[in-house]
T-cell receptor
């Protein structure tokens, strides 16, 4: 149980284009989902927290107009990187928080990640 | 900043127990200790978490000191597949994880 999927697993795009990444909780409902970014040889950095049906909360230094987050249902959140540039190339990882009823409550389960390369 | 400190790296012999320490001297009363691991180019995998009692599951055991200022993750029989970066995190109910650099565990044949 507590499986989180991400799609796509990797994407290459041209500078200036937009890329959408999907995050789904497959066997549980997640009222809260999180988006992280990880640069090579670094740890995960939280970008934003999203609650179903409300606006995402962004961490300091993360541009909300560049990283658009939509959490339209209890099982799906999307991250859109708008006007991507080479410095946005990174490993993007989502997680979903099991608030109740899951195999292990009050913890986060992570997706497999999406590697974005902007040329 | 992360609220935990861990050794940068550790080696363990395949088949032996791996004991990964974590210091969290500023932990507050309602914060849990969580352990995750990240195998190269994958998302973090949940291992175990606990509040104050020792915990055990099919993957590992978590030993938390009585004062809760430190803990140890025990992998009972390490294999090459356990080679990963292990993260120790303290947090209230999984709402605000801050990842430190973790411990890079290398299981050696």
């Amino acid at each position: 149980g507590a499986v989180v999927s991400q799609h796509p697993s990797w994407v290459i795009c041209k500078s200036g284009t937009s890329v959408k990444i999907e995050c789904r909780s497959l066997d549980f409902q997640a009222t809260t989902m999180f988006w992280y970014r990880q640069f090579p040889k670094q740890s995960l950095m939280l970008m934003a927290t999203s609650n179903e049906g409300s606006k995402a909360t962004y961490e300091q230094g993360v541009e909300k107009d560049k990283f658009l987050i939509n959490h339209a249902s209890l099982t799906l959140s999307t991250l859109t990187v708008t006007s991507a540039h080479p410095e946005d190339s990174s490993f993007y990882i989502c997680s979903a928080r099991v608030a109740s009823g899951g195999p292990s409550t009050d913890t986060q389960y992570f997706g497999p990640g999406t590697r974005l390369t902007v040329l | 900043d992360a609220k935990t400190t861990q050794p940068t790296s550790m080696d363990c012999a395949e088949g032996r127990a791996a004991n990964l320490p974590c210091n969290h001297s500023t932990i507050s009363g309602n914060e849990y200790v969580y352990w995750y691991r990240q195998i190269h180019s994958q998302g973090p995998q949940y291992i175990i978490h606990g509040l104050k009692n020792n915990e055990t599951n099919e993957m590992a055991s978590l030993i938390i000191t009585e004062d809760r200022k430190s803990s140890t993750l025990i992998l009972p029989h390490a294999t090459l597949r356990d080679t990963a970066v292990y993260y120790c995190i303290v947090d209230n109910y999984g709402q605000n994880f801050v990842f430190g650099p973790g411990t890079r565990l290398s299981a050696l044949p």
